[in-house]
């Protein structure tokens, strides 16, 4: 399996990295990113692209692949709707659609967030917009699309966030995060589940295209290799 991975530096990309290089099935990894991930392996190539609406100048190296995990967001804190729009809907939908015309046979999965709006209509501006991307990737012609609304995330194997602000979360509830996951699984779930998920659904599908932090951790992680 071929797989492109969008936003491979973030904390949920991370843990989506490791378990592919993990994972015997998957023979290549292309992430693409604005920066470089530092971090070699042999299965794993790169492509730094400071502005990813203009990914048409590489669409012979985009060709072929089986998968697309999108891990690339952003917080909406101190942000306008304008500017949340365009790095969560423009940017995403601009890939999208440059990869559905080139892997039509090709399974696209969306890293989205619990609470998000479907109706695109409720008062939460980061839940509207995210239910606006969902609902455009799942009406484009992929083979199959699914859209993963993960609540609390326990980063485990040394992964940490960029964003302070979550460091300081994580540093907080890291030692209740475990326990917390046993006890209430529709509300926390790992950055190796997420990934192990992800490989799961290109494999395997899903019944259904959207996804709660409940759906990703019933799924059985059964890594080849």
């Known amino acids: 399996m071929r797989v492109i991975l969008f936003g491979a530096t973030g904390m949920v990309g991370q843990g989506v990295l490791r378990e592919c290089l993990l994972d015997r099935d998957i023979g290549e990894v292309l ?26 100048a590489f669409q012979s190296e985009l060709s072929g692949f089986d998968a697309c995990f999108f891990c690339l967001g952003i917080s909406s804190a101190g942000l306008t709707e304008e500017t949340y729009t365009h790095v969560t809907y423009d940017i995403t939908l601009a890939v999208a659609q440059t990869l559905v015309k080139l892997n039509p046979n090709m399974t696209f999965i969306y890293i989205s967030g619990m609470g998000t709006d479907s109706s695109e209509r409720g008062r939460t501006m980061w839940a509207r917009v995210k239910g606006r991307t969902e609902n455009a990737l799942i009406r484009l012609p992929f083979k199959a699309a699914y859209m993963l609304r993960p609540g609390a995330i326990q980063p485990l194997h040394g992964i940490k966030s960029r964003t302070r602000l979550y460091r300081i979360f994580y540093a907080v509830t890291g030692p209740i995060l475990p326990l917390l996951k046993a006890i209430f699984p529709g509300y926390v779930t790992t950055t190796e589940q997420i990934g192990c998920a992800m490989i799961e659904l290109a494999r395997h599908g899903a019944p259904k295209a959207i996804l709660e932090s409940r759906d990703i951790n019933a799924i059985r992680c059964s890594r080849s290799g």
């Open 31 to 56: 992430a693409i990113g604005r920066a470089a991930i530092g971090q070699r392996h042999g299965k794993l190539r790169e492509l730094v692209q400071k502005d990813l609406l203009e990914l048409s």
